[in-house]
């Protein structure tokens, strides 16, 4: 029997871009969760789009806020640890937007702090219900092209001019490889496991940036090499994914569309929600070419498999080593493009085992 009769009440710590666009409406949207407060400075934006949610400058004030389940921090990178364990220590369920941590170590101590309270925590990949990664994967299952020797993965835009914001501006946790790469890395991951070794070029390309703004890495595995590259420069040709099988090869050119969606305000789940017109064409061994659909997208089932772990014991979604995973190739990507050499990542044995 389930200890949560009524909703699994949930307390979200930052209302920039990532908490107002993405986690609001996708709290709100889930059945059996219940947005009752948010810590943030604007508070006028907050009540315009959620007007019965309390708001309070100060996220510890939140974070000890009594009868609060669940703590969803979607706060600047270099916050994630601190509010993460604070809200551990107070007996809070957490999600952490991504990147998990700074570094992993961090995500190592947001991992034990959690074990030592009994308190569940996940990172927010919701990218891993992308219309252009579930149909990728829905292929590679299917046997459709074979054996996949060559992945690439690409999210490429174009924002030729920096923006002063923290994402942006030089700081802990700042440029392309801490906002992109682990969306980049977690698909990839979830795809094929941990990589032998890690090999990355970050730049900065755009006039005036203080961070990385393009990243171009390549993870090896024992019979496979798979690309990530992310770039603001791309104004054009882009394409989201190209794999070669042994068996043919599969091309997705448009990305998915919930983000562009939910930034007009469309809300999650609603009709159409995940619906994505740009089909994959699969590309035989003998030169023949097939025109597959693409799944429907559905990043909401992040948030719903995470109420159904907290009140009903399912599995988190995104478990802890998987976080501890894709933080030791960002971190392994950061070290390779300092020293200009392939890395490892840095896990240990008992972290690697729970991959096997």
């Known amino acids: 029997m389930s200890s949560y009769d009524s909703p699994v009440t949930v307390g979200l710590i930052g209302y920039g871009f990532v908490g107002?666009?993405?986690?609001?409406?996708?709290i709100t949207a889930t059945p059996g969760l219940r947005l009752v407060a948010v810590a943030s400075r604007r508070a006028s934006d907050v009540h315009a789009d959620h007007p019965d949610v309390d708001v309070v400058a100060d996220p510890d004030e939140l974070v000890q806020r009594d009868g609060l389940d669940l703590v969803v921090i979607a706060s600047p990178n270099d916050t994630h640890r601190p509010l993460a364990e604070a809200a551990l220590n107070a007996g809070r369920h957490v999600v952490v937007d991504k990147p998990f941590a700074l570094s992993l170590d961090d995500a190592r101590s947001i991992v034990a702090t959690a074990e030592r309270c009994g308190r569940l925590v996940s990172v927010f990949q919701n990218r891993r219900w992308d219309s252009d990664y579930l149909g990728v994967k829905q292929v590679i299952a299917a046997g459709l092209i074979g054996e996949v020797k060559h992945?690439?993965?690409?999210?490429?835009?174009?924002?030729?001019?920096?923006q002063n914001r923290w994402r942006e501006n030089a700081g802990p946790g700042a440029g392309l490889w801490f906002d992109l790469g682990p969306h980049l890395v977690d698909q990839v991951l979830h795809l094929f496991g941990l990589p032998s070794r890690v090999t990355a070029d970050l730049a900065r390309?755009?006039?005036?940036?203080?961070?990385?703004?393009w990243a171009h890495v390549v993870l090896d595995y024992e019979r496979r090499r798979v690309i990530l590259h992310a770039s603001m420069v791309a104004a054009g040709a882009h394409t989201r994914f190209i794999v070669h099988g042994d068996a043919g090869t599969l091309v997705k050119r448009g990305s998915d569309l919930q983000e562009a969606r939910l930034r007009e305000g469309i809300a999650p789940g609603s009709a159409g929600w995940g619906d994505d017109p740009d089909d994959m064409v699969l590309f035989d061994g003998s030169g023949e070419t097939r025109i597959l659909p693409t799944p429907a997208g559905d990043?909401?089932?992040?948030?719903?498999?995470?109420r159904r772990a907290i009140a009903e014991?399912?599995?988190?979604?995104?478990?802890?080593?998987e976080a501890l995973g894709v933080m030791a190739v960002i971190e392994a990507g950061l070290q390779s493009?300092?020293?200009?050499?392939?890395?490892?990542?840095?896990?240990?044995?008992?972290?690697?085992?729970?991959?096997?």
Do not use: C
């Open 299 to 306: 990043q909401l089932q992040y948030y719903v498999q995470l």
């Open 151 to 162: 992945f690439e993965s690409h999210i490429d835009r174009f924002r030729p001019t920096p």
């Open 205 to 213: 390309l755009r006039d005036g940036s203080q961070t990385d703004d």
């Open 313 to 321: 014991g399912g599995p988190n979604p995104v478990r802890p080593h």
């Open 20 to 26: 107002k666009v993405f986690h609001a409406p996708m």
């Open 337 to 356: 493009a300092r020293t200009a050499a392939a890395m490892a990542p840095a896990l240990t044995a008992d972290e690697r085992s729970a991959w096997v």
